[in-house]
């Protein structure tokens, strides 16, 4: 007999040799229809696999993220075995499980085409419906070699030849179906519940342009029905928000070939940029920040005592001055170090904090730039705290509340992800354990709840990372806390003590925004590029129905433009119909319309945006009803 431990601690007796199904099934029948994997020792096993001694076991299910991952990995056997079906001379590459689905790489002389993927669909839920087990070998090397190169797979050929002569091979079989794989899997198909094949694309073999371009196909897997059509719904709100086209469609700013990743801002892109940095000074005032702004050129000396150039070379541009190295700026904080530097400091002036809205440059993949999202220039709403060791806790905390203060006002959720130090990092154990424990602290004294990504700090220090979640449930890393004990030593700043002595300051590095550029393509989308009125680069749109108001339209704009909104008179010799529906495919917040009655009264007939209902009402309302909105960012 061995002992199984339970994940409530229990422990239960079972013969040598039980499979991790029947345990499931022993402690309840439930638990037996749904578990997926298990979980032995810290180790993901099929439930098909045998227990041969005392271990910890727990299963995974699939409203879990490791479910999830295994309904979808097997998902891409599934669509695999049926492309087989379908196009028997199909060679297969790979076929992993990925953040949103699964894709697969095939080489095929028959080019796919979406009315393919529908047949591939029908033939996979034939599969699915079959319950086929999918039944896990491990055999030698050579065995494995012999195999595929008789099936004439190739790719298949070339990685298990990549693997040291004495390794053991691991492959699924389902039915008339076998493929190299390292597992685990879903103990049957029958446990794919809802899929769909999204999407046809090229991809290099091993990612390499050198190699053959193959075709791969994208699908997306759930555990239910209902699940799948939530997440596909979410796909064509998220099309429709596509910040690119509404960024064109409203005239906020425009990518050209002339400067690919470096974004053009036109009128009314400035008008939301600006409003965004008038309430980021606003904010950062009444917060006690004070604003600098560095050289955006600097020379390689700086740039090695910062850690830059040996840790970030690959994404920096450079240049030369009276035949000596200098560097754009892909960060700002090295410029805030020398602006420190400036003046001898006592700690009676700490905590000092430098705020910059610093234009970065760094290098960026062509294939990685998206819109506003990847771009090779951008503005970092940065922010540099020096303290002391002792400030710590509370700094970190003002700043979250900071944080929380700006996301709120835009109606963006958020949770906080805590990463801890990289293998390419500066510094000693002790200086990154206390660093690590005062973010830690900070997170647990607002009642954060926070996540814990292991080694994925910045090179120089541990760093809390916001993560907004917009009106479709997307998640967007914006926020960034990072403290840093590190760069102040480097830069050997100082600040003389209580004591009369010496002292080296901790400093925080901190996003709000995080690049203004990608936060506006975030909100374009996060609103369907409807802005609320204090954001919106046209606030009001006047509409006369004839001539004979033309004169009383434009003397409502001036009154309004006197005071600071944003106002345009459609005075147009077009129909009044025609310019309501132009005013909505724009989304100008309100529009008014003026006939000879609204002339006559002092009137306007307010058509807001998104609400059916009009209504009538005086000049001075319709103003003092707009400017509260604005100023509460309504």
């Given at each position: 007999m061995i002992n199984v431990t339970l994940k409530d601690g229990s422990v239960k007796e079972f013969e040598a040799g039980v499979s991790y199904l029947e345990i499931a099934k022993a402690i309840n029948q439930k638990l037996g229809k749904q578990a997926l994997l298990a979980v032995v020792d810290g180790v993901n096993k099929d439930l098909s696999d045998k227990l041969e001694n005392d271990a910890t076991v727990e299963f995974v299910t699939p409203?879990?993220?490791?479910?999830?991952?295994?309904?979808?990995?097997?998902?891409?056997?599934?669509?695999?075995?049926?492309?087989?079906?379908?196009?028997?001379?199909?060679k297969f590459a790979i076929g992993p499980a990925?953040?949103?689905?699964?894709?697969?790489?095939?080489?095929?002389?028959?080019?796919?085409?979406?009315?393919?993927?529908?047949?591939?669909?029908?033939?996979?839920?034939?599969?699915?419906?079959?319950?086929?087990?999918?039944?896990?070998?491990?055999?030698?090397?050579?065995?494995?070699?012999?195999?595929?190169?008789?099936?004439?797979?190739?790719?298949?050929?070339?990685?298990?030849?990549?693997?040291?002569?004495?390794?053991?091979?691991?492959?699924?079989?389902?039915?008339?179906?076998?493929?190299?794989?390292?597992?685990?899997?879903?103990?049957?198909?029958?446990?794919?519940?809802?899929?769909?094949?999204?999407?046809?694309a090229g991809a290099y073999w091993r990612g390499n342009e050198k190699n053959k371009m193959l075709q791969r196909i994208y699908g997306t897997a759930f555990p239910s029905k209902e699940e799948l059509d939530a997440y596909l719904h979410m796909l064509?709100?998220?099309?429709?928000?596509?910040?690119?086209?509404?960024?064109?469609?409203?005239?906020?700013?425009?990518?050209?070939?002339?400067?690919?990743?470096?974004?053009?801002?036109?009128?009314?892109?400035?008008?939301?940029?600006?409003?965004?940095?008038?309430?980021?000074?606003?904010?950062?005032?009444?917060?006690?920040?004070?604003?600098?702004?560095?050289?955006?050129?600097?020379?390689?000396?700086?740039?090695?005592r910062s850690g830059h150039w040996d840790h970030y070379k690959?994404?920096?541009?450079?240049?030369?001055?009276?035949?000596?190295?200098?560097?754009?700026?892909?960060?700002?904080?090295?410029?805030?170090?020398?602006?420190?530097?400036?003046?001898?400091?006592?700690?009676?002036?700490?905590?000092?904090?430098?705020?910059?809205?610093?234009?970065?440059?760094?290098?960026?993949?062509?294939?990685?730039?998206?819109?506003?999202?990847?771009?090779?220039?951008?503005?970092?709403?940065?922010?540099?705290?020096?303290?002391?060791?002792?400030?710590?806790?509370?700094?970190?905390?003002?700043?979250?509340?900071?944080?929380?203060?700006v996301y709120a006002t835009f109606g963006l959720k958020y949770h906080a992800e805590l990463s801890t130090r990289p293998e390419n990092s500066i510094g000693d154990d002790a200086t990154w354990e206390l660093a690590t424990n005062g973010l830690r602290e900070a997170l647990e004294d607002c009642g954060l709840d926070y996540i814990i990504n292991e080694g994925d700090g910045a090179f120089y220090g541990p760093k809390i990372d916001f993560h907004l979640q917009d009106s479709i449930g997307r998640t967007w890393q914006c926020g960034t806390i990072q403290l840093d004990m590190q760069l102040p030593e480097r830069f050997d700043l100082t600040y003389t003590g209580e004591d009369g002595l010496k002292h080296r300051p901790v400093m925080i590095h901190r996003v709000v925004y995080?690049?203004?550029?990608?936060?506006?393509?975030?909100?374009?989308?996060?609103?369907?590029?409807?802005?609320p009125a204090w954001l919106a680069p046209c606030q009001v749109r006047i509409l006369n129905i004839t001539d004979n108001q033309k004169a009383?339209?434009?003397?409502?704009?001036?009154?309004?433009?006197?005071?600071?909104?944003?106002?345009?008179?459609?005075?147009?010799?077009?129909?009044?119909?025609?310019?309501?529906?132009?005013?909505?495919?724009?989304?100008?917040?309100?529009?008014?319309?003026?006939?000879?009655?609204?002339?006559?009264?002092?009137?306007?007939?307010?058509?807001?945006?998104?609400?059916q209902e009009q209504s009538t009402m005086s000049v001075d309302e319709f103003i003092a009803k707009l400017q509260a909105e604005i100023a509460a960012k309504a």
């Open positions: 409203d879990t993220p490791e479910g999830l991952h295994a309904i979808r990995h097997t998902c891409a056997h599934v669509m695999a075995q049926a492309i087989q079906h379908l196009f028997p001379d199909v990925i953040a949103n689905g699964f894709y697969y790489d095939l080489d095929s002389e028959h080019v796919f085409t979406p009315e393919d993927l529908a047949a591939i669909e029908k033939e996979m839920a034939r599969i699915v419906k079959q319950n086929i087990p999918l039944v896990r070998a491990e055999i030698p090397r050579t065995m494995a070699l012999d195999y595929f190169a008789a099936k004439d797979e190739k790719y298949k050929v070339e990685l298990i030849t990549d693997l040291p002569e004495d390794a053991i091979i691991s492959t699924y079989t389902q039915g008339d179906f076998t493929d190299l794989c390292a597992g685990p899997h879903c103990p049957s198909t029958g446990r794919v519940k809802a899929f769909k094949l999204q999407s046809i064509e709100e998220a099309a429709k928000r596509d910040h690119r086209k509404l960024g064109k469609e409203l005239d906020l700013f425009a990518i050209m070939d002339e400067g690919p990743g470096f974004p053009f801002f036109l009128p009314n892109g400035m008008i939301v940029r600006n409003t965004l940095i008038d309430y980021w000074r606003q904010v950062h005032k009444r917060y006690g920040y004070e604003e600098i702004k560095t050289p955006m050129i600097l020379n390689r000396e700086l740039w090695e690959e994404n920096m541009y450079f240049t030369q001055i009276d035949e000596m190295d200098y560097a754009v700026k892909p960060m700002n904080c090295p410029g805030g170090m020398l602006v420190y530097k400036i003046h001898p400091h006592s700690y009676k002036e700490l905590p000092i904090r430098a705020g910059e809205l610093g234009l970065v440059h760094r290098h960026e993949l062509s294939g990685a730039l998206h819109g506003l999202f990847r771009v090779r220039c951008f503005t970092q709403d940065d922010a540099h705290i020096f303290m002391m060791p002792s400030q710590i806790r509370s700094e970190i905390k003002n700043v979250i509340t900071l944080f929380d203060e995080g690049s203004i550029e990608r936060f506006i393509g975030i909100l374009i989308e996060h609103y369907a590029g409807a802005f009383y339209a434009h003397e409502i704009a001036e009154k309004m433009d006197a005071l600071g909104l944003r106002v345009w008179v459609d005075d147009r010799n077009e129909k009044l119909g025609y310019k309501i529906r132009e005013a909505q495919v724009k989304k100008v917040p309100y529009t008014l319309v003026v006939g000879d009655a609204e002339m006559e009264n002092g009137q306007v007939n307010v058509r807001q945006r998104g609400v």
